[in-house]
């Protein structure tokens, strides 16, 4: 147990999590190091999703926590509004480095939800700086991910996520969701099926005509809603659809980033490049909050118009390139670069395919999916009560088995720390089957 009092659990109303029941038996970690978390009685317990799939670089990495205590104790803040501060541009640069054709320029937010608002917002202003202001409508997609923001509730594909907050959204359309479980079951990697689901973007354009549309927002792997894997040719066929259409393409990449998919970003993994990327999470390994939007010199040139005194874009955030995120970012960065760890994600993938898929044929699980580090193994709900499942299968995990497991619905995602090795992927797989076994 831990030694918080009642009212402390009380005061903390958690995000995304049933309060009530967790406030009865919680679940409290209170140190990490490397691929493992620990809780007040020492206990060593495996993290199998890098936190919320941001630490990538594993946990308590030496060099990170030592360029932000340094910073801390340096240039706690400064603003980035009419002045700036060193990292935050150095940071900018490394980023804009990673990613790929003429995505040049970093605007910096805090978070995914915040980057999302970021993109949308510069993608609709661009757009109106070129004289197409009619061009406002967001295309996102069913089962989509974007935060909890304006974007993320507009251009989102999760009807719990917009039930109630339906009348604060934006006009958005959305593409029909890639999975498909009676095509593709037990896919590894990209399905075959599917491709052709990108033409509905051509449905939604002769509705509303391209003149109306301003971008489409996708995750080139929708991570949160259970790992989908784009379906072969779907991406490329967003991308030939938006530019023959004159429509913005934003990858949001706050999860496929930073070497989740085995490169710097999945645009480099698939081979297609979108006109903004949006990042968070691995940016900075998870351990500062940031986000942000990398964007295309194109859009980056059209609003430095001048005049000298006035303000480009009307957006920002006081935390906007943090000097703490800008140097955890910095060190980050570098340090992905200096331990090979995208090139090791990459090198891991087919033990991590052949491990999570060695799952097929035990107790309760229906599909098992997969790319780069990222895998998802849907369990067969409990009749009657959706999510109990998995949430039960999770408790006995975090309780008995020592694994911290990431859980959507009745659906089970892995995503380890970059930094993983065989025996770690095989703990992860071989204690889920375990408990799968004894639930059924
Ligand atoms: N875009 C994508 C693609 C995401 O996955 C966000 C935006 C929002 O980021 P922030 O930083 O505002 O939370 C996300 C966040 C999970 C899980 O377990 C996924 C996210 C967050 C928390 C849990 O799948 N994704």
Redesign the pocket.
Known sequence: MTALSTNQLEAFWLP?TPNTEFKRNPRIITGAEGMYYRDQAGRKILDS?AG??CSNAGHCRAPIVKAIQETAATLDFAPNFQFGHPKAFEAAAKIAALAPGNLNHVFFAN??????DTAVKIAVAWHRARGEGTRTRIVGRERA?????MA?ISAGGIGTNRRWFDALTFPASHLPATYNRAEQAFSKGQPVWGGHLADELEKIITLHDASTIAAVIV?PMA??TGVLPPPKGYLEKLRTITEQHGILLIF?E??TGFGRLGAGFAAERFGVTPDII?F??GVTSGTV?M?GAIVDRRIYDQFMTGPDHAIDMFHGYTYSGHPLAAAAACATIDLYRDEGLFERSAALEPYFEQAVHSLRGTPLVQDIRNIGLAAAIDLEPVTGAPGKRAFDVMKTMFFDKDVVI?I?GDCV?FSPPLIAEQSHIDEMTGKLAEVLKAAA
């Open positions: 995304f999703s919320l799939w978070s995914g939800s915040e980057a999302a991910y974007h935060g909890v923001g993320g995750e991570g949160s949001d706050v999860i949006t968070a999470k909050p986000g990431r959507a995602a």
